[in-house]
Antibody, heavy 125, light 109 residues
Framework: QVQLVQSGAEVKKPGASVKVSCKAS????????ISWVRQAPGQGLEWMGW????????DYAQKFHGRVTLTTDTSTTTAYMELRSLRSDDTAVYYC??????????????????WGQGTLVTVSS | EIVLTQSPGTLSLSPGERATLSCRAS???????LAWYQQKPGQAPRLLIY???SRATDIPDKFSGSGSGTDFSLTISRLEPADFAVYYC??????????FGPGTKVELK
C-alpha cells in the first residue's frame, strides 16, 4: 500500500535551517511528484512547493522563493524539504503529499492523493 | 493569481442533516483543476473529490462534488459523527501552481 512516512518533530532556533524527509513506499517513486504543504497552529493549509521526481523540476510558492529547497533521492525513495532562515512564524506542521505526474507534468485532473503524517517544526529561541 | 473563497466559514449541523459547502474562485477555472479535502483534528488531510466531481478511492457516495466556472460545491448527504471536520478546496493553476481555500469547518450543532 502507498505510504509516505515523514521524519520526526524538530525544534529549531530562529535563523537556523530544518530538513524534513518523506520516505515513500508502495508505488513507483519516479512516476509521481511530491508537494509540500504546511499548516500553522489553528490555521489552514498553505502550499509551499512541488518537485517532479522524474526530472527534478521544481515549482515554489512565491512566498518561499529563496528560502526553501525541495530534493529527492531515488535510491532511497525519499523526498526532502529544507527551509532556511527560520522565523517564529514558520512554526507549523509540514506535510508531504503525492501528486500524480507523467514525464514531469502534473496529471489532470490534479490531486494530492496520499499524504504523509506530518512533521511539527517548532521555531523558538 | 486565482484566489479561492470558501463559505460559510463554519457550518453548524446535526447528524443526519445535509451539508452544502461552497468554494468560489476569483476567476473561471477548469473543473479538472478543482479538488476537495477533509481534515480531522490531529490528522493529515484526505483527498475526497478531484476533477470537481470524481470521488477518490474508498470515498462513500454520500460525498459529492459539483460546479463549474467560478462556483463549486461539496455536498455531504447525511452527516455522520465522523464527517464533522474541516473541508478545503484546492486549485491547480500556473502561478502559484497549487492554491488552497481557507476551509469550512463542519461542526456539531
Amino acid at each position: 500500500q502507498v505510504q509516505l512516512v515523514q521524519s520526526g518533530a524538530e525544534v529549531k532556533k530562529p535563523g537556523a535551517s530544518v530538513k524534513v524527509s518523506c520516505k515513500a513506499s508502495g508505488y513507483t517513486f519516479n512516476k509521481y511528484g511530491i508537494s509540500w504543504v504546511r499548516q500553522a497552529p489553528g490555521q489552514g493549509l498553505e502550499w509551499m512547493g512541488w518537485i517532479s521526481v522524474y526530472n527534478d523540476k521544481t515549482d515554489y510558492a512565491q512566498k518561499f522563493h529563496g528560502r526553501v529547497t525541495l530534493t529527492t533521492d531515488t535510491s532511497t525513495t525519499t523526498a526532502y524539504m529544507e527551509l532556511r532562515s527560520l522565523r517564529s512564524d514558520d512554526t507549523a506542521v509540514y506535510y508531504c503529499a503525492r501528486v500524480p505526474t507523467i514525464f514531469g507534468v502534473v496529471i489532470i485532473p490534479n490531486r494530492f492523493d496520499y499524504w504523509g503524517q506530518g512533521t511539527l517544526v517548532t521555531v523558538s529561541s | 493569481e486565482i484566489v479561492l473563497t470558501q463559505s460559510p466559514g463554519t457550518l453548524s449541523l446535526s447528524p443526519g442533516e445535509r451539508a452544502t459547502l461552497s468554494c468560489r474562485a476569483s476567476q473561471s477555472v477548469s473543473i479538472s483543476d478543482l479538488a476537495w479535502y477533509q481534515q480531522k483534528p490531529g490528522q493529515a488531510p484526505r483527498l475526497l473529490i478531484y476533477g470537481a466531481s470524481s470521488r477518490a478511492t474508498d470515498i462513500p457516495d454520500k460525498f459529492s462534488g459539483s460546479g463549474s466556472g467560478t462556483d463549486f460545491s461539496l455536498t455531504i448527504s447525511r452527516l455522520e459523527p465522523a464527517d464533522f471536520a474541516v473541508y478545503y478546496c484546492q486549485h491547480y493553476g500556473s502561478s502559484p501552481l497549487f492554491t488552497f481555500g481557507p476551509g469550512t469547518k463542519v461542526e456539531l450543532k
